[in-house]
């Protein structure tokens, strides 16, 4: 099965903190990364092989119709994807990010963000990533479509490149 994204690049872009000058292909990484990490965690194997294929045909077959069901899915995850590719994006691409966006080689002017501007960015994609989950999950359920084991579908936020539960209060338990 061909990797396919579910949400375009200029999506993310207009949905999220990440700017117009970030390279697409760049994002489309994070995206793809997102959907076979997280989505496939909240909407399941079966229900996320389904999504892919009808995306593969979309965009392969001309005048093919999605099924509802897989429409359905794709508007109450596509926020998630929107947040956690932003995650994703900023784990993996911090030294680029700069007070005008991420580093463009024609702009001298430009400086990189002080680690605590980082850290916020983050967090402020770690907690909509979270609650947009929350949202999603709770519409694929009105949807009566099922979602993933009830440890994929709880809440995370990240600390370090790790995920940590939230409300535990000590490791190694």
């Given at each position: 099965m061909k990797r396919y994204a579910w949400i375009s690049p200029n999506y993310l872009k207009s949905n999220s903190i990440i700017q117009i000058n970030v390279d697409d292909k760049l994002i489309l990484n994070s995206i793809l990364n997102c959907q076979e990490i997280y989505i496939r965690q909240i909407i399941g194997k079966n229900n996320y092989d389904m999504v892919s294929l009808e995306v593969e045909a979309l965009l392969?077959?001309?005048?093919?119709v999605m099924t509802e069901e897989s429409v359905k899915i794709i508007d109450a995850v596509r926020m998630v994807i929107v947040w956690g590719a932003t995650r994703d994006f900023l784990d993996n691409n911090s030294l680029k990010v700069t007070n005008k966006g991420v580093v463009r080689l024609?702009?001298?002017?430009?400086?990189?963000?002080s680690s605590l501007e980082l850290g916020s960015f983050k967090e402020t994609a770690a907690n909509k990533f979270d609650d947009y989950k929350a949202i999603a999950i709770r519409r694929l359920k009105d949807l009566n479509i099922s979602v993933g084991s009830d440890a994929a579908t709880k809440s995370y936020s990240s600390a370090g490149g790790m995920f940590i539960p939230r409300g535990r209060k000590e490791c190694g338990s």
């Open positions: 392969d077959t001309p005048g093919y024609n702009d001298g002017q430009n400086q990189a963000v």
